[in-house]
């Protein structure tokens, strides 16, 4: 089935390092969607990237796409305390439903 | 900003009873979702639905389950008759018009059935 995986499954960093994680799948996608839970909390949507794009950037995150590796990278620089959340890849295929990984949780310590 | 939300925000019931939760989309969006995250796990697509009727559903979605847009507005998923691996956090969804791609997520709803 059509599945992200996040890897690692969870980072701690000191506030202000970078922190990347990445994401894998395994079929033809139409796009690749970030998002972000705070602990028991609802989805935020971060960002997207079409299959046709290899780099996209919002604010202090970055995003790279690997179509030919399927596989994607987010990049949060500059990290903050407010930061620290679980972050999740979802894909969409031709279905046009999301396919979530298991998510990769960080802790930003101050 | 226009944003999904969701009622209740928790729900406590007991094995075998009916539950409706329910989801306002943004307003003008035509596509649907319910997704649901068993704690711990990963986010599952349930059901998507457009134009009033559902355009897919996953292996999840049972005969228990079902879904409306009873008044235009409001989209509900009801679970008829609850077991206890129903407990789970349950997230609406909604996508604008063909050629938006981003899907907008409600806060959820916790289920907890006993």
């Known amino acids: 089935s059509q599945q992200g995986e996040e890897d690692p499954q969870a980072l701690s960093i000191q506030e202000g390092e970078n922190a990347t994680m990445n994401c894998s799948y395994k079929?033809?996608?139409?796009?690749l969607q970030w998002y972000r839970q705070n602990s028991g909390r609802g989805l935020v949507h971060l960002i997207l990237i079409r299959s046709n794009e290899r780099e996209k950037h919002s604010g202090r995150l970055r995003v790279t796409l690997d179509t030919s590796k399927k596989s994607s990278s987010l990049l949060i620089t500059a990290s903050r305390a407010a930061d620290t959340a679980s972050y999740f890849c979802a894909t969409e295929s031709n279905d046009y439903k999301l396919s979530f990984g298991a998510g990769t949780t960080v802790t930003v310590r101050a | 900003e226009p944003e999904v939300t969701q009622t209740p925000s928790h729900q406590v019931t007991q094995m075998g009873q009916e539950v409706i939760l329910r989801c306002v989309p943004i307003s003008n969006h035509l596509y649907f979702y319910w997704y649901r995250q068993i704690l711990g796990q990963k986010v599952e697509f349930l059901v998507s639905?457009?134009?009033?009727?559902?355009?897919?559903k996953s292996e999840i979605f049972d005969d228990q389950f079902s879904v409306e847009r009873p008044d235009g507005s409001n989209f509900t998923l009801k679970i008829r008759s609850t077991k206890l691996e129903d407990s789970a956090m349950y997230f609406c969804a909604t996508k604008g018009l063909a050629g938006e791609e981003t899907q907008y997520f409600g806060p959820g709803t916790r289920l907890l059935v006993l």
């Open positions: 079929t033809s996608i139409n796009n």
């Open positions: 639905f457009y134009n009033n009727e559902i355009s897919e």
